[in-house]
Nanobody, 120 residues
Framework: QVQLVESGGGLVQAGGSLRLSCAAS????????MGWFRQAPGKEREFVAAISSGGSPYYADSVKGRFTISRDKPENTLYLQMNSLKPEDTAMYYCAAYPASSPTIIPSSWGQGTQVTVSS
């Protein structure tokens, strides 16, 4: 079981940037796909971005061109660089680990979340 700890959330004005980090423990980090999800109040959790073990990124249409997912395997850390933030990006952001090298099925591990609030 991998443990995931997110950080980097906060309050930012529209148009600003934030970088989320997810520190992962456990040996599967380098072999498994990782991802970011978010959940806004009153809404279901939704996919934001994912990265395969080989480094291929995947993005939701709503963040494509604004967010960049990356991973540092030696440091066991996943990142989400968020630029041109919009009020609708406001949500709790969760780091997730998939049980496979590609993000094709439901993640098997979740972090506790970090709050991102974008003011207009």
């Amino acid at each position: 079981q991998v443990q995931l700890v997110e950080s980097g959330g906060g309050l930012v004005q529209a148009g600003g940037s934030l970088r989320l980090s997810c520190a992962a423990s456990g040996s599967i980090f380098s072999r498994n796909a990782m991802g970011w999800f978010r959940q806004a109040p009153g809404k279901e959790r939704e996919f934001v971005a994912a990265i395969s073990s080989g480094g291929s990124p995947y993005y939701a249409d709503s963040v494509k061109g604004r967010f960049t997912i990356s991973r540092d395997k030696p440091e066991n850390t996943l990142y989400l660089q968020m630029n041109s933030l919009k009020p609708e990006d406001t949500a709790m952001y969760y780091c997730a680990a998939y049980p496979a090298s590609s993000p094709t099925i439901i993640p098997s591990s979740w972090g506790q979340g970090t709050q991102v609030t974008v003011s207009s």
